[in-house]
C-alpha cells in the first residue's frame, strides 16, 4: 500500500494533503498535529479508527515548527508489516514544508533509519533500563488488555531514548498489539497527550497521578510473570525469542500468558526466576502431548539447573505434575534431571531406583546419549541417583558387556573402580574398545586380568564367568577349542552351569576346525562335566566327536558305518565340521587295505549322500592319489572295492563308476608296465575274476568295452 501524506505548520495550518485523505478527517487530524510538540514523533489514533504517523521537526533558519504526516486508514499497516516506530528518524520524512496548496504523492515506503533499531543497540539500551524494564511492559500489557487503563508515561532526556523504549516494548508484545500501540516521544503538556505511550522530559510537570509514571529509579517489584519473564529476555539479549514464542502450541490462546515465552526462554539457555520457571513448567504440562521428543531435553534440563537458593513450593508443585504427566512419554535419560531434583527434593527414594533402572537401559542402548548434559548434570547433582544407576548397570554387565565397556569410554560415569560391583569393576578393567584380541595368548591374558578385577572368585560368583566370558569372546566369537579346555581346566564345570557358559564351550566343540586336535578331548570332557545340561541332539553331536577319536586311534570297534550313522541320526542337523570330521576319519578306513570286515558293503548299502560323498572326497585327497599313482597292490585292492556290490545302491554304483574312471584310470596312467602287471600279480592271488575283469577294464576290445561298461560303469 501507499502512504498518504499531510504536511502542517502552525501559522498555515495544512499546506499539502494528498487526495487520498479523506476530507471529513481534515479537522481532527489539525487539532492532534497542532498539539506536537517540536521533536516529537507520534502513532495517534483518530475517531474512525484510522492513525496518523508524524514527525515534526523545526526549521534551524526560521524556528517554524513543521509536521510531517501519513495517514494509516483502519486496519491497515506499514508497507513491508513494519512497526510504526522503526520510522523514527527516516529518511522518507521531509524536512521542511512543501509549497503551499500543492497535492504531495502518496509515499511507497518509510525506509528505517539505518542501525538505529539495531539488535546490539536495544539489547544494551534493555540493559540501562533494566530496573524499570519489567514495569513498564506490565503497564503496556495492561493498557493493550484494557484501552481505558492509564496511560504510560516515560520521561527520558532525549525523546530518541522514547522512541527506542517503544522498539523494545513493541518486540516483546504480540504482534497485534505492538502494531496498534500509539505513543508519543515528547509531549509537554502529557495531560493533553491522546496516547497510550507518553514520552517526556525530567523538567515536564504534570499531574502523575493520572498516569503509570516510570521516571529514572526502578519500578518496584512487579507481579506480572510475562513482564518479568519479557524483561529476562532483553537482558538476556534475546530479542528473536518473542517471535519464537509465538510459534508455539496454542500461544494464541494467551497472548499474554508467561508460559510460552518462559518455556522458549529457557530452552534457549536463558535463565528465569522461579515465576518463569514455574510457567514454564505449567504450560509444557499443559502442552505435553504437542511437544516434540527433541523439545523436552533442554527445556527439563533449564527447569532443573541449580538455583541460587531454595526452589518454592508452587515451583516444586508445578515441577511435580510436570514429571507425573511426561512418565513413559520421554526417555528416562531426558527425564533424568526432573526426577533426581524432586527425588532429593522430596527425600524420596521410592523415584531412584526405577529412574535409574530406566536409564541404565537406555544408557547401554546407546552409550552416546551419557554425552547429553542432561545425564552429566542430573548424576553430578544427585549422589543418589549416580550410585543406583552403577548398581543397575553391574546387574547389566553380564549379558552385554560391551555396552557397558562402550559406555565407559563414552562418558566418565565411574570415577575409579567402585567396590562391591564386581561386573563394573571387570568393565573397567577391560582394554579400551580396539584394541586387537586375536592371538590365544592375549585372550587368555584378558580373562585373568578381568576375572582379577572383579575382586571376586567366578566359584562365589559364578556371573562373573559370564561377564568375562563375553568380554573376550563377544558377539558370535566363539574360544577355540585349545581356549574351551583351558577355561574349563581353569574354572571347573559348577561355574559354568550356574553362569549358562557351559554353552559356548559346547559351540566351540562342535563349531571347532574339523583338523583341530583339541576338538575330540573338548567334546569327551563335556560330556562328562555336564551329563544333565546338554540337550538329546548336542549330546549326539558330541558323541559323534568321541566316536571320530576312536576312530583316529582304531578302537572304533565293530560296524563302524552303522554305529556313525546312527550316532548321526540322533545328533540330526549335523553341525558340518562335525560331519566332516567323523565321515571323513569313516572314510579314511574304508578306503584302507586292511579296511574293516563287512564295511564296503555297509557302505554300498547306506545310500548315505554325505558318508559317500566324503568317501569319495577323501578318495580324491591328494595323499590317496599319490598312493594310487605309486603303490601297485593299493592301485588293485581299490579296483576291487570299486567293482564290488554292484546293484547295492544306486548311488554306491555312481561313486563307484566316478572313481574308477576320474580317479584310477587318471592314476594308472602314470605307472610303469612292469607296476601295471604288479597290480594284475596282486588280483591274481586275491583269486576269482578280478585280474582278468582288470585287464579288459584296462585294456577294453569292442565287445569286452561294452560288457564292462554294462558291468562296472555309470547307470
Not at 507481579?223 to 517471535?243: C, I, S, T
Not at 518454592?312 to 508443585?317: R, S, Y
Request: charged residues 20%.
Amino acid at each position: 500500500m501507499s502512504l498518504a501524506q499531510l504536511h502542517y505548520t502552525a501559522a498555515s495550518g495544512f499546506t499539502a494533503v494528498s487526495p487520498e485523505v479523506p476530507r471529513t478527517l481534515l479537522d481532527e487530524a489539525e487539532e492532534v498535529l497542532a498539539a506536537f510538540p517540536a521533536s516529537a514523533f507520534s502513532l495517534t489514533q483518530l475517531s474512525d479508527g484510522s492513525r496518523l504517523l508524524s514527525r515534526t521537526t523545526t526549521d534551524p533558519e526560521t524556528g517554524a515548527a513543521h509536521t510531517h504526516a501519513v495517514h494509516l486508514p483502519a486496519g491497515t499497516r506499514l508497507p513491508g508489516g513494519a512497526l510504526p516506530v522503526t520510522a523514527w528518524d527516516s529518511p522518507g520524512w521531509a524536512p521542511l514544508a512543501p509549497a503551499s496548496g500543492s497535492t504531495p504523492s502518496p509515499l511507497e515506503v518509510l525506509t528505517p533509519a539505518a542501525g538505529f533499531f539495531d539488535r546490539e543497540g536495544l539489547a544494551d539500551f534493555a540493559t540501562w533500563r533494566g530496573p524499570r524494564l519489567a514495569g513498564v511492559l506490565a503497564d503496556v500489557r495492561r493498557l493493550c488488555e484494557d484501552p481505558g487503563a492509564e496511560q504510560v508515561v516515560l520521561i527520558e532526556e532525549e525523546p530518541a531514548d522514547i522512541a527506542r523504549w517503544v522498539a523494545v516494548v513493541g518486540a516483546a508484545l504480540p504482534r497485534e498489539h505492538a502494531h496498534a500501540l500509539t505513543f508519543t516521544t515528547y509531549a509537554e503538556r502529557p495531560e493533553h497527550a491522546l496516547q497510550q505511550i507518553i514520552g517526556t522530559s525530567p523538567d515536564v510537570v504534570f499531574p502523575a497521578a493520572e498516569f503509570r509514571v516510570h521516571g529514572s529509579g526502578a519500578s518496584g517489584v512487579c507481579e506480572d510473570a510475562w513482564a518479568v519473564v519479557a524483561a529476562q529476555v532483553w537482558l538476556a539479549g534475546r530479542p528473536e525469542l518473542f517471535k519464537r514464542a509465538a510459534a508455539q502450541p496454542s500461544f494464541h490462546e494467551g497472548e499474554f500468558a508467561a508460559g510460552p515465552l518462559a518455556a522458549t526462554a529457557l530452552s534457549a539457555g536463558v535463565p528465569l526466576d522461579s515465576r518463569g520457571r514455574t510457567a514454564a513448567a505449567a504450560w509444557a504440562w499443559e502442552h505435553a502431548d504437542g511437544l516434540d521428543a527433541g523439545d523436552w531435553p533442554a527445556l527439563l534440563g533449564a527447569l532443573c539447573a541449580p538455583v541460587p537458593g531454595s526452589r518454592p513450593d508452587g515451583e516444586l508443585a508445578a515441577l511435580d505434575r510436570l514429571a507425573a504427566r511426561i512418565d513413559g512419554k520421554v526417555a528416562a535419560e531426558t527425564l533424568a534431571p526432573l526426577t533426581a531434583l524432586l527425588a532429593s527434593v522430596d527425600d524420596d527414594p521410592a523415584a531412584v531406583p526405577e529412574l535409574a533402572r530406566r536409564l541404565a537401559h537406555e544408557l547401554l542402548a546407546d552409550p552416546d546419549r551419557a554425552r547429553g548434559a542432561a545425564v552429566r548434570e542430573a548424576l553430578a547433582q544427585h549422589s543418589s541417583l549416580h550410585a543406583q544407576l552403577l548398581v543397575h548397570l553391574d546387574e547389566l554387565a553380564p549379558d552385554n558387556p560391551f555396552s557397558l565397556v562402550r559406555l565407559l569410554h563414552t562418558a566418565d560415569l565411574v570415577p575409579g573402580v567402585p567396590e562391591g560391583l564386581p561386573h563394573l569393576r571387570m568393565c573397567a578393567a577391560y582394554p579400551e574398545p580396539g584394541t586387537s584380541r586375536t592371538a590365544t595368548e592375549d585372550r587368555e591374558s584378558t580373562l585373568h586380568t578381568v576375572l582379577r578385577a572383579a575382586g571376586v572368585s567366578p566359584m562365589v560368583e559364578p556371573l562373573v564367568l559370564r561377564t568375562g566370558f563375553r568380554l573376550v569372546w563377544p558377539g558370535d566369537l566363539l574360544p577355540t577349542p585349545q581356549e574351551a579346555r583351558w577355561i574349563l581346566g581353569e574354572t571347573g564345570s559348577d561355574a559354568h552351569r550356574t553362569a549358562g557358559t557351559y554353552q559356548e564351550l559346547i559351540r566351540a566343540a562342535l563349531e571347532g576346525p574339523p583338523d583341530d586336535p583339541d576338538v575330540t578331548p573338548l567334546a569327551a570332557d563335556l560330556i562328562r562335566c555336564f551329563p544333565h545340561e546338554i540337550d538329546a541332539r548336542e549330546l549326539g553331536a558330541l558323541r559323534l566327536l568321541v566316536f571320530a577319536e576312536s576312530l583316529a586311534e582304531g578302537r572304533a570297534g565293530a560296524g563302524p558305518v552303522a554305529t556313525a550313522l546312527t550316532l548321526r541320526s540322533a545328533a540330526h542337523p549335523v553341525e558340518p565340521p562335525v560331519l566332516t570330521r567323523v565321515f571323513t576319519l569313516l572314510a579314511r578306513d574304508l578306503l584302507a587295505e586292511q579296511r574293516p570286515p563287512g564295511e564296503l558293503s555297509a557302505l554300498a548299502r547306506s545310500a548315505d549322500p554325505d558318508l559317500l560323498g566324503a568317501y569319495a572326497a577323501t578318495a580324491r585327497s591328494a595323499p590317496q592319489l599319490e598312493r594310487l599313482r605309486t603303490a601297485p597292490s593299493y592301485a588293485a585292492d581299490c579296483f576291487v572295492a570299486w567293482t564290488s556290490h554292484v546293484g547295492a545302491s544306486p548311488l554306491w554304483d555312481d561313486t563307484r563308476a566316478a572313481l574308477l574312471e576320474d580317479v584310477l584310470r587318471p592314476a594308472l596312467q602314470h605307472m610303469t608296465s612292469r607296476e601295471i602287471a604288479a597290480a594284475e600279480e596282486h588280483l591274481n592271488r586275491a583269486g576269482g575274476s578280478h585280474a582278468s575283469d582288470f585287464r579288459a577294464w584296462h585294456r577294453p576290445s569292442g565287445g569286452t568295452l561294452g560288457r564292462l561298461a554294462r558291468r562296472f560303469g555309470r547307470r
